[in-house]
C-alpha cells in the first residue's frame, strides 16, 4: 500500500529561524512528488512537482528537494506570513494521476 | 494561471435536502477532476475522480448514489449531495487537473466549499 509520511506534525519557529519538513513515501512507483500549502478554511494552494531524484525547485523562501526515499521542504528565514499547514502528496504508476496525501505539517512563524 | 473556483464557499441546508456545488476552472481546460472531502485537523480524503463526459469513478466506501457528480464539460463538474443528513456536514474540496500537459498530474484546488447541515 501506498504510504505517505510527514513530518513533524506541528513545528513553531521564529522568525528568521530556517528550518526543513520532511514527507517520506513508500510507493510501488513514484510519477511525481508534490508540495501544497493550506491555510485555514481553504483550498491547497499549488507549490511545487518534483518528478525525479535529485531535482530542486525554489520559490521565494521555500525550496524543495527529492531523494528516493524523501522530500524536504526546506524554509529559510521564515515570515509570519508563511504560517500555514504543508501538505505533500504522491502520484503513483498505474493510478490515474490520483494524489494520497500526508497529514500535513503545521507550521507557525512567530515574531 | 491555473485558477479554480467553487460555488458556493458556504451553505447551510435542512436534513434531507439536497446541496449541489459547482467546480470551474477558470483559464484552462481540466479533463480530469476530482472531489476531496476534508475533516478538521485532518488530510484530504479523496471521494471521486471524474473526466469530462463519462462517468465519475468513486473510491471505495463513498456512496454514488448519494454523491452524485457530473462532470459536462471542460471546465466544470458539479458535485450534487443527495438527501444531507448532519453526518455530511464537512468541507468539500475540488480540484483540477490541466489537460493541456499530459505528463503532469498536478492538481490546482479550489477554495473549499463549508457544508453544515442542520
Known amino acids: 500500500e501506498d504510504q505517505v509520511t510527514q513530518s513533524p506534525e506541528a513545528l513553531r519557529l521564529q522568525e528568521g529561524e530556517s528550518s526543513s519538513l520532511n514527507c517520506s513515501y513508500t510507493v510501488s512507483g513514484l510519477r511525481g512528488l508534490f508540495w501544497y500549502r493550506q491555510d485555514p478554511g481553504k483550498g491547497p494552494e499549488f507549490l511545487f512537482t518534483?518528478?525525479?531524484a535529485g531535482e530542486e525547485k525554489e520559490k521565494e523562501r521555500l525550496k524543495a528537494t527529492l531523494t528516493k526515499k524523501e522530500s524536504f521542504l526546506h524554509i529559510t528565514a521564515p515570515k509570519p506570513e508563511d504560517s500555514a499547514t504543508y501538505l505533500c502528496a504522491v502520484s503513483v504508476t498505474g493510478t490515474a494521476s490520483k494524489l494520497t496525501f500526508g497529514t500535513g505539517t503545521r507550521l507557525q512563524v512567530t515574531l | 494561471g491555473a485558477v479554480v473556483s467553487q460555488h458556493p464557499s458556504r451553505v447551510i441546508c435542512k436534513s434531507g435536502t439536497s446541496v449541489k456545488i459547482e467546480c470551474r476552472s477558470l483559464d484552462f481546460q481540466a479533463t480530469t477532476m476530482f472531489w476531496y472531502r476534508q475533516f478538521p485537523k485532518k488530510s484530504l480524503m479523496l471521494m471521486a475522480t471524474s473526466n469530462e463526459g463519462s462517468k465519475a469513478t468513486y473510491e471505495q466506501g463513498v456512496e454514488k448514489d448519494k454523491f452524485l457528480i457530473n462532470h459536462a464539460s471542460l471546465t466544470l463538474s458539479t458535485l450534487t449531495v443527495t438527501s444531507a443528513h448532519p453526518e455530511d456536514s464537512s468541507f468539500y474540496i475540488c480540484s483540477a487537473r490541466d489537460g493541456s500537459f499530459s505528463s503532469t498530474d498536478t492538481q490546482y484546488f479550489g477554495p473549499g466549499t463549508r457544508l453544515t447541515v442542520l
Open positions: 518534483l518528478y525525479s
